[in-house]
């Protein structure tokens, strides 16, 4: 599990096939072993085998392709990186899983003050798990919804968040990893349920 604090970039080495190679700092790779799980761009990936030097490879099943947007990255692009949440800390973001629900296509940056509002559109059938002021995380970063309407949501982006993600190199129209929050989809499913047996 993951709570969409982002900790590092990393950079994509290369790409065969389903085969990623990504390189990260120092302070991020010393946390990493073979089988590790490690949030990229907010997917949940497992480790092939221990890093070598800076770098770390991960195998991508066609279905994690398919759904997210790693079949638009390229080498040299940067990448949102988390370390799975250990028991005994801090819980500073909300539940991610790393599951990816769907992407989503920027449509806006716009600056206020100091800080941007960045607008998303998203498939019709996630709509109803995103609503003003709930939980959201595009490319693994725990973002508050803003305003919710059709098939656009709004998210602020503070200094700290544009500086230190891979959010600033988005341009319009560019596809980011969405995961609506796992609540929503359970409460959704609980009701539904409990609607059968009356």
């Known amino acids: 599990m993951f709570t969409g604090i982002i900790s590092h970039l990393g950079r994509v080495e290369s790409i065969e096939g389903a085969k990623f190679a990504f390189s990260a700092p120092a302070s991020f790779i010393k946390s990493l072993r073979k089988g590790s799980s490690v949030a990229v761009n907010g997917v949940c990936l497992t480790l092939k085998n221990s890093p070598s030097g800076r770098k770390f490879n991960v195998d991508l099943m066609q279905e994690s392709i398919r759904r997210t947007s790693f079949s638009?990255?390229?080498?040299?692009?940067?990448?949102?990186?988390?370390?799975?949440m250990k028991?005994?800390?801090?819980?500073?973001?909300?539940i991610v899983q790393g599951h990816i629900d769907c992407t989503a296509k920027?449509?806006?940056?716009?600056?206020?003050?100091?800080s941007r509002l960045l607008a998303f559109a998203v498939p019709n059938l996630l709509t109803k798990y995103i609503a003003e002021k709930g939980s959201i995380a595009v490319n693994g970063i725990s973002l508050t919804v803003?305003?919710?309407?059709?098939?656009?949501?709004?998210?602020g982006i503070i200094p700290h968040t544009w500086e230190n993600t891979m959010l600033k190199q988005l341009?319009?129209?560019?596809?980011?990893?969405?995961?609506?929050?796992i609540i929503a989809k359970y409460l959704e499913r609980l009701v539904k349920n409990v609607k059968k047996t009356h």
């Open 72 to 84: 638009d990255l390229k080498e040299g692009d940067s990448v949102n990186l988390e370390l799975a």
């Open 87 to 94: 028991a005994d800390r801090r819980f500073e973001g909300h």
């Open 106 to 114: 920027l449509g806006s940056v716009k600056k206020q003050g100091n």
């Open 146 to 155: 803003i305003g919710a309407k059709g098939n656009q949501f709004t998210v």
């Open 171 to 181: 341009k319009t129209g560019d596809k980011v990893n969405v995961e609506v929050d």
